[in-house]
């Protein structure tokens, strides 16, 4: 009996023990805590404005189908993400800007605060700073812009952009990178911003204008705000369509970024480094203007960025995490349209050579040389329209699209027609109604100049990429990032 018992004893912890360890060889390893990270935001991008630059690139290449962008085709995580924030299904930037940087929702307008506007809410940025990791946040738009400031700053309105941008210098934060300061208009003059510029400066900030002061002042210094050239009167940087050469782009900004953060990372004291980029700010300013050519070729430029990411990872594959996602959709873009049947025609894009904003900016100046636009002739605008645009020669132009041209180019001249306003542009009316018709021969289409609740893209590569495959929601990302960094969110 007694010899029973024992084997029955010595059976059951036999199979105790292979279970055991059969457990133990399935699970899944705990990830390590990345020692770089790169959080990077597209603004106004979903699914298929990504979509809108691959099939534009094989059109252009005389395929039916999409080329891959870089990041679709080597990045191995593709997820999607939802938006939504506490008081809409549709975000703003602020609202999903918060969540994204702080793992916490918010209502639209709010700049790191919880709903009662007054509860502070913090960011992994200001967190991993303060455990050692050496933080950048750039930007193709203002750096006091809803995005990047979600993740330093606490406001009640992300329109309160004088305070919002005094902020900026008490974080500490070792790199910050933008078009300049923007301001509301109560506060808008050059000795505000100059204000601003010597909060930075006095907090130990070098603040450079343009590449050349970058290098030669900015590259070695102990804390820097890089800014696009002085001469630029705008509070973005210019399309990537409609860069000139010196200007800083992009790319320029994020390889700075990432060389000045990595050699501070391998300084004593820091632990790694943190950059969130919000590559792609601009992508939502083209899409509120229903501009599908620089929409397309902004994601292009976010691409070139995700390539130069990539190559970081591959120098180190086992510390870094890569993480692309938007806050919202911009726009409601879709791939095809009812009036031109069952097709879709973007490689007519090629024809436009420059965004709509510069178009106009084209316009005005052409109307500025003739002395005024009560001066300038039909056949003088036509010809811009069609350097601008391809019309005539590239792009078919048909007798009713010409006579709503001429008749609203007629009520410019006489004052009789207001400006097409979107979100961020003006552009006179003729000029947004040649970008009308030049959507419809590209066969895209657009429900708003808002923005959507459409699903954006969530893709992935490195330290934990597992974990965001599938289905994921803004504020969850920001959760996931945290706890891989050892964060509670």
Known sequence: MKKRLFLLAALFVGVTLCAFAKKSATKTPEPKQPKYVFYLITDGTG??????????????????????????????????????????????????????ASGTKTYSNAIGVATDSVTPIYSIATRVHEMGYAVGVGTTASVNHATPAAQYAHNRSRHNYYDIGSQLPGTGFEFFAGSRFQLESAKNTPENR???EDGCAKAGYTVTKGLKDFEANGRNADKVVMFQDADIDNDDMPYWMDRQPGQVTIVDQFRAEIDFLYRKSQQKGYKGFFLMNEIGGIVDHACHSNDAAAAAYEVMAVDSCMRIAFEFYQQHPDETLIILTSDHETGGLTLGRQSGGYKLTSDVLKYQKCSVYEANKHMKELAAQKGGFDKLAWEDAKAQLAADFGFWEHVKIRPNEEKRLRELFDKTVSGDVADTKSLYASNKAFVAEALRIMQDKASIGWTTGGHTAGLVPCIVCGVGQEQFMGHNDNAEIARKIGRLLGLEM
């Open 194 to 196: 100059k204000a601003l």
């Open 47 to 100: 699914v298929n404005t990504l979509q809108l630059a691959e099939y534009y690139r094989g059109q252009c290449q005389g395929i039916i189908g999409r080329v891959p962008l870089f990041m679709c085709a080597n990045y191995p995580v593709y997820g999607v993400s939802a938006t939504w924030c506490t008081s809409s299904d549709v975000t703003d930037s602020a609202a999903s800007g918060t969540a994204l």
